[in-house]
């Protein structure tokens, strides 16, 4: 079984509309959970942390659920530029820094 | 500031040749990391560094070398190229304060 899963899409989504995704973690004892977002045949950047309250950056909201490990990210009002790969990530190993990435969502934001 | 720099962009090698790819911060961070990410796959931790002068294995460490002789600098030495080490390498940075990396723009490898 993988560390972390996620459904690799593609999600297709007109402009303007809301579109969500999850991915699920294996190690109960993770701390530390993030979406990282890659474009085409770029580097990955944090798009956003997540926090046990669940949390909010501008359109984009970020859910954790311990009991049933898994997290998701809610992207509203959809932009073109949005199109993009999200990668789910987990700091599950005991030493610090040590993160399990995900394969990734595509989202393509069509017209 | 740079931030995180990768040579080279792109190289294609012969089975069994050598190469180093370089990686190149000027975060002063003492953490870095390699990772190779093959397609539908996600990224693979292949070494890591805490400090300059310590380095230790990921998960996939086979077929690679590091050495960390500076903060700045975290080159990752590929000994007889075989296919199977045909992806896109990128090198991170980070620090203990928070878990955000910091990614290089990578470099893609061909091992014909």
């Known amino acids: 079984r993988k560390e972390v899963e996620q459904d690799p899409g593609p999600f297709n989504v007109p402009e303007g509309a809301t579109v969500a995704f999850n991915c699920t973690y294996s190690?109960?004892?993770?701390?530390?959970f993030f979406w990282y977002r890659q474009d085409c045949r770029k580097e990955p950047k944090l798009l956003m942390s997540?926090?046990?309250s669940g949390n909010e950056d501008g359109r984009f909201t970020a859910q954790l659920n311990r009991a049933s490990q898994y997290i998701s990210l809610l992207i509203r009002d959809s932009k073109l530029s949005d199109s993009a790969t999200y990668l789910c990530v987990v700091n599950g190993d005991d030493s610090w820094g040590k993160l399990q990435f995900g394969a990734g969502t595509q989202v393509v934001v069509t017209p | 500031n740079a931030g995180v720099t990768q040579t080279p962009k792109f190289r294609i090698l012969k089975i069994g040749q050598s190469m180093t790819l370089q990686c190149a911060q000027d975060m002063n961070h003492n953490y870095m990391y390699w990772y190779r990410q093959d397609p539908g796959m996600g990224l693979k931790l292949i070494y890591y560094s805490v400090g300059a002068g310590i380095t230790d294995k990921g998960e996939v460490p086979n077929g690679y070398n590091v050495s960390r002789s500076t903060t700045e600098d975290f080159p990752l030495r590929l000994e007889l190229a075989a296919p199977s080490q045909t992806s896109v390498y990128f090198c991170?940075?980070?620090?203990?304060?928070?878990?955000?990396?910091?990614f290089g723009p990578g470099t893609r490898l061909t091992v014909l």
């Open positions: 190690n109960s004892a993770s701390q530390s």
């Open positions: 997540v926090y046990s």
């Open positions: 991170a940075t980070g620090t203990r304060n928070y878990n955000e990396q910091f």
